[in-house]
């Protein structure tokens, strides 16, 4: 494959020791040659240094490698901002240490970006495994391997503000736009939605039609604790995010498509019994005039804090 723009791969890891080499490994296996690996050992309290440090050792080969060991733990979004300041490449690769990149993944996704000069990401389809070792697309497709409903991008912003339709490991940033607005929020305890909304407001966005990420579904992990009884950290972002999407509206299908999403999220809120960040969602919803006999149901629930969250638990 001919040299290209250079893609930077940076890898937070927490706690990862059981995953991280098959990960790392996954970088250096890309097909695509002009790439960098960015490690950061975010203060992980098992051997993940130890196995990061004798991988660089033994198994990193020609493949640039930086790794920079925290003591403590740190703000992801924090680290990962700064270390998209400190690069010099055209893209950039947030990945987990617990996922691992198919080779043809980086290679595939940089294409559609060439082709797509003003686009500020592009996304493709996943793996998802989850710890009984059940593996299934993100996106639904048929035996062949078709999708099998089309990729929508053209409404992508009024799409993502209601739904979660984009599996985030897949993105592949461009990192000059990414720095321009902002780089990741770190007043949020996580990235996705609200740089995914962020940037389809005022970018277009593409879809490769390739699985280009195995992604680990753990039950320890923090999007599996967005809806943790009484005490979730994620709610609340969630909650600024959706004010943010408030400010950031232009039309009436966009301001009906949030009114969808306060109603989601309240309702887990709800059934999560995280009343004070539900209420926070029925402010908004009145604020944006919404209107139905569940919004109703909902704000009574609310009111009289009806604890349900042992079920909740139980079915979820």
Request: charged residues 25%; contains cysteine; proline residues 3%.
């Amino acid at each position: 494959m001919r040299r290209g723009k250079l893609v930077s791969v940076i890898c937070i890891c927490f706690n990862h020791e059981d995953w991280i080499e098959e990960c790392l490994e996954s970088v250096r296996l890309q097909d695509y040659p002009q790439k960098e690996l960015i490690i950061i050992e975010n203060g992980s309290t098992d051997d993940s240094l130890q196995v990061i440090q004798k991988w660089i050792k033994e198994s990193a080969g020609n493949l640039k490698v930086e790794l920079i060991s925290n003591q403590e733990p740190q703000s992801y979004l924090a680290l990962f901002n700064q270390a998209i300041r400190n690069s010099n490449s055209q893209y950039v690769v947030d990945l987990s240490g617990d996922d691992v990149l198919y080779p043809d993944h980086l290679s595939l996704s940089v294409k559609m970006l060439e082709i797509s000069r003003d686009a500020a990401f592009v996304f493709s389809d996943a793996y998802i495994l989850d710890e009984d070792g059940v593996v299934k697309t993100f996106y639904d497709r048929k035996t062949g391997g078709d999708l099998v409903h089309e990729i929508e991008v053209n409404h992508i912003y009024e799409i993502l503000v209601q739904s979660y339709y984009i599996c985030s490991p897949t993105i592949v940033f461009d990192r000059t736009i990414l720095l321009k607005e902002g780089g990741y929020d770190e007043n949020l305890t996580y990235e996705d939605f609200d740089i995914q909304v962020r940037l389809a407001r005022k970018y277009p966005l593409v879809f490769s039609d390739h699985v280009g990420v195995l992604k680990r579904k753990l039950s320890n992990s923090l999007s599996s604790r967005q809806y943790i009884p009484y005490e979730s950290k994620m709610l609340p972002s969630t909650l600024i995010v959706c004010k943010k999407i408030k400010n950031m509206n232009e039309t009436p299908s966009e301001m009906k498509a949030l009114g969808k999403r306060i109603l989601f999220e309240l309702k887990h809120a709800l059934w999560s019994s995280n009343f004070e960040v539900a209420t926070g969602f029925i402010a908004l919803g009145e604020e944006i005039h919404l209107k139905s006999l569940t919004f109703l149901i909902y704000k009574l629930w609310a009111r009289f804090k009806f604890d349900l969250s042992w079920l909740y638990t139980r079915i979820g």
